[in-house]
T-cell receptor, first 116, second 111 residues
Framework: DGGITQSPKYLFRKEGQNVTLSCEQN?????MYWYRQDPGQGLRLIYY???????QKGDIAEGYSVSREKKESFPLTVTSAQKNPTAFYLC???????????????FGSGTRLTVV | RKEVEQDPGPFNVPEGATVAFNCTYS??????FFWYRQDCRKEPKLLMS???SGNEDGRFTAQLNRASQYISLLIRDSKLSDSATYLC????????????FGPGTSLSVIP
């Protein structure tokens, strides 16, 4: 079955360390996204990529980096520069469903990152 | 003003009740609208798209009012399994597919 796979599900990191979250999709979607969700809050966009080898900053990109070397993969690195990295991270992908701007939007199951 | 705003909630309703959620958006260039459901500590999942003519899927009805920039979701005959957070999602097609999530409205259906 097609879908988005995020790994690991739970991740613990020491302060000052970089860590990379994996996101893989086999939906043949062109666009991929990383969101962060804090308790009781909505999703905030970190980075997005419309095509391979291209990505753009979202609303809260500071302290994060991404790459898009393959269509299927969009890993997110949380660097030591991110001041408050403990959060729930969600990867998503999308494709246009029709010609009128309706995009199918699928999420991975998320990675819960805790800094200890 | 936030780009997408929702009823603050939480909504605590008895089984069988009808409950309505409201959502407003500020960008008139918004093109597509969706309701997502998010269970506790899980990823959001698409509940339904929202079309200009309004649409219904079983017990769920979604309405869009472009003039007022307002979206609604109506749930009839609430079930315990409907308990979740409901996210209003707006797609603005600019140079990229900008998707904006509302903060969500929490629903608890009580026996």
């Amino acid at each position: 079955d097609g879908g988005i796979t995020q790994s690991p599900k739970y991740l613990f990191r020491k302060e000052g360390q970089n860590v990379t979250l994996s996101c893989e999709q086999n939906l043949n979607h062109d666009a991929m996204y990383w969101y962060r969700q804090d308790p009781g809050q909505g999703l905030r966009l970190i980075y997005y990529s419309q095509i391979v080898n291209d990505f753009q900053k979202g609303d809260i990109a500071e302290g994060y980096s991404v790459s898009r070397e393959k269509k299927e993969s969009f890993p997110l690195t949380v660097t030591s520069a991110q001041k408050n990295p403990t959060a729930f991270y969600l990867c998503a992908s999308s494709i246009e469903l029709g010609g009128k701007g309706r995009y199918g939007y699928t999420f991975g199951s998320g990675t819960r990152l805790t800094v200890v | 003003r936030k780009e997408v705003e929702q009823d603050p909630g939480p909504f605590n309703v008895p089984e069988g009740a009808t409950v309505a959620f409201n959502c407003t958006y500020s960008n008139s260039a918004s093109q597509s609208f969706f309701w997502y459901r998010q269970d506790c500590r899980k990823e959001p999942k698409l509940l339904m798209s929202v079309y200009s003519s309004g649409n219904e899927d079983g017990r769920f009805t979604a309405q869009l009012n472009r003039a007022s920039q307002y979206i609604s979701l109506l749930i009839r005959d609430s079930k315990l399994s409907d308990s979740a957070t409901y996210l209003c999602v707006v797609n603005i097609r600019t140079s990229y597919d900008k998707v904006i999530f509302g903060p969500g409205t929490s629903l608890s259906v009580i026996p």
